[in-house]
């Protein structure tokens, strides 16, 4: 897994490359709970180049909206392929986070 | 213990083709077993939509597994089979672990709010819907979990 974290306005953007398992998440976690106790309020997860995730990852989702709704920001995500789409749809993910298909439809009124 | 991975072919005449491998209680292996069935899929030109809900399947089970069923025994061992044909996957997974059936848990409430949500359980709800068939035995001291999934040819 490589993560990488760059900034658009005032919009952190984290993105994610591999997978997010139960032996990654916990790397994916440390950068998001990095991103946000460092200040980010808006932040936006680019899942371009993330090839799945698995319930661990989601638990890191989870946590990461949960975090940032009690300091009063807010979580958006993109670039999700057929299967991690799949996951976030079973899950009950897809009406809980905020899912955008690309990251101009992502950062559009953020 | 060495890992070990075997690749085998079916007798002539018949399509199938499969590789067999064992692991031991450790989360390491977990990796080690995704990483093997990606190559393998690549090799065998598998659908990448398929690859993807089998490594998500084989995370979610063999965790459970690793964490759990090998909770108090420390010779825990699992052993994963991959058995392709033209038109279906089937992996077999039999470990010496507590006997326990992923599929009789209650599939959680997926409509809650971010609030209340929670994870647990939610895994195994994921392989269930992402697989085409999921039975479950235990026979000889040995948990016995089978995944079907089917192969169409890739779409767009």
Known sequence: MEISTRTQGDVTIVGI???????????????????????????????????????????????????????????????????????????????ILAVFATEDEAMRGF | VPPEVSLSVAPEGEMAEGFQMSIGPDLN????????????????????AVRR????????????????GFLKRSDGALSIEVD???????????????PFDPWIRIAPDTTLSMESRRIGGLGIHLVKKMMDESRYEYRDG??????????????G
């Open chain 1, 17 to 95: 490359l591999g997978s997010m398992d139960s032996v990654t998440s916990p790397q994916a976690q440390q950068a998001l709970e990095a991103a946000v106790s460092g200040g980010a309020k808006k932040l936006a997860v680019d899942f371009t180049k993330l090839d799945y995730i698995s319930s661990a990852g989601l638990r890191v989702m989870l946590g990461t909206a949960k975090q940032l709704k009690a300091s009063g920001g807010a979580l958006r995500s993109f670039g999700l392929n057929q299967t991690v789409k799949e996951v976030f749809d079973i899950s009950g993910f897809s009406t």
């Open chain 2, 84 to 98: 392709l044909q033209p038109d279906r996957l089937t992996l077999t997974l039999i470990d010496n672990g507590a």
């Open chain 2, 53 to 68: 809900s089998v490594n998500v399947a084989l995370d979610e089970l063999l965790t459970n597994t690793v964490n759990y």
């Open chain 2, 29 to 48: 292996e977990v990796v080690r077993v995704n990483q093997t069935f990606a190559d393998f899929a690549d090799s065998h030109a598998l659908p990448t």
């Open chain 2, 142 to 155: 040995k948990n016995i979990v089978v995944l079907v999934k089917q192969v169409l040819p890739e779409n």
